[in-house]
Nanobody
């Protein structure tokens, strides 16, 4: 029922910036955490940034100080502001929303991904 759609990816030179957006088709209940994952060429998918229901944020060490995760509940949208991009940031970025309805197992919603390419 819930669909997540990412946007904002593209080609950018090292040192440039991109702002990714993840738009949900409708409001999502019982969210425990949401975040952005990425998978680079020949690499494993990794969690890049996360924000929980209390708005606490966590970042992988390699993006600290460069990336900022945020959300706008009124717009059913989550963002990832990416500054000072490096070639190693290249990959497909996926939106993830983790929910835990009372009495039910944890469930993850995923977007289809948006491509980010950092190259000169």
């Amino acid at each position: 029922q819930v669909q997540l759609v990412e946007s904002g990816g593209g080609l950018v030179q090292p040192g440039g910036s991109l702002r990714l957006a993840c738009i949900a088709s409708q409001s999502i209940s019982d969210i425990v955490a949401m975040g952005w994952y990425r998978q680079g060429p020949g690499k494993l998918r990794e969690l890049v940034a996360m924000i929980n229901s209390g708005r606490s944020t966590h970042y992988i060490d390699s993006v600290k100080g460069r990336f900022t995760i945020s959300r706008d509940n009124a717009k059913n949208t989550m963002y990832l502001q990416m500054n000072s991009l490096k070639p190693e940031d290249t990959g497909v970025y996926y939106c993830n929303v983790k929910v835990k309805p009372e009495g039910w197992p944890t469930y993850d919603y995923w977007g289809q991904g948006t491509q980010v390419a950092v190259s000169s």
